[in-house]
């Protein structure tokens, strides 16, 4: 049973590392609801640039806000108003900003604790039994007495 717990721990780890240099923390800034940019949607509504319902509820993210100005963009046609054009380019002016690379992970570290003690099953307690095994050398307090 021990072999087949370290190859699957191995498997997680290796596919957490290879995700790794992929990964970026992603950030989603809330616009406030007091913001000038829900008018400006509103217009773009009106204008038939959006949808009429919107699935997203306020407030909304830059992401979300970027999609809907690419929503609009693309509605646009040669009888769309200059106001219309306008709002669009000062929201794309605010909103669009240029993709950054990912920064590359810098080092990484894994730590492996075996032991040779027994494991054994977890006790029942009022709740039911846990179809799960544990070691209490490698786990001396871990919530369990």
């Not at 190859?7 to 957490?16: K, P, Q, W």
């Not at 319902?53 to 407030?59: E, F, G, L, M, R």
């Not at 730590?111 to 709740?127: E, F, I, K, Q, Y």
């Not at 799960?132 to 307090?141: D, H, I, M």
Request: glycine residues 8%; proline residues 10%; hydrophobic residues 45%.
């Amino acid at each position: 049973m021990r072999p087949r717990r370290l190859l699957s721990a191995g498997l997680v780890c290796l596919a957490a590392f290879g995700a790794a240099p992929s990964a970026s923390a992603q950030t989603h800034l809330r616009v406030s609801p007091l913001d000038p940019v829900y008018d400006d949607l509103e217009k773009l509504r009106g204008f038939g640039l959006l949808p009429e319902q919107i699935v997203a509820h306020k407030p909304y993210s830059e992401a979300e806000i970027v999609r809907f100005v690419d929503a609009a963009r693309a509605r646009l046609g040669p009888e769309t108003p200059g106001l219309a054009v306008h709002i669009l380019d000062r929201l794309a002016a605010r909103f669009m900003r240029p993709a950054r690379p990912a920064p590359r992970l810098g080092h990484a570290r894994l730590d492996l604790v075996t032991s040779n003690a027994d494991w054994r099953g977890m006790p029942p307690s009022n709740l039911g039994g846990l179809d799960a095994e544990l070691n209490p050398l490698l786990q001396p307090a871990g919530g369990r007495r």
